[in-house]
């Protein structure tokens, strides 16, 4: 089993920043790409950023250039640095990571979310 335990969610005023983690925990033996979700009231689930182990990272068009996802390989753990957010980035926002277990199965974990609210 593979747990992912998001943090660093909460209220910020337009053009602020937050700064989310997410850690990896359980029996696996490898991760590999690890991302960022969103999912706004009344809209559907939307990739935010997503980081392969190498480090290549793949965002959405409407959060280029003010979203920056990483990654700690010895931690297992992933962040998202959120600038100059904007109210249409409310949503809650949930950390997903697929890697092998111990055995070779694949596995593709979700983390429980945390809400990201932007507003005045």
């Known amino acids: 089993q593979v747990q992912l335990a998001e943090s660093g969610g909460g209220l910020v005023q337009p053009g602020g920043s937050l700064r989310l983690s997410c850690a990896a925990s359980g029996s696996f033996a490898s991760i590999d790409a690890m991302g960022w979700y969103r999912q706004a009231p009344g809209k559907q689930r939307e990739l935010v950023a997503s980081i392969t182990r190498g480090g290549s990272t793949n965002y959405a068009d409407s959060v280029k250039g003010r979203f920056s996802i990483s990654r700690d390989n010895v931690k297992n753990m992933v962040y998202l640095q959120m600038n100059s957010l904007k109210p249409e980035d409310t949503a809650v926002y949930s950390c997903?990571?697929?890697?092998?277990?111990?055995?070779?199965?694949?596995?593709?974990?979700w983390g429980q979310g945390t809400q990201v609210t932007v507003s005045s």
């Open positions: 997903n990571a697929a890697g092998y277990r111990a055995g070779y199965s694949r596995f593709n974990s």
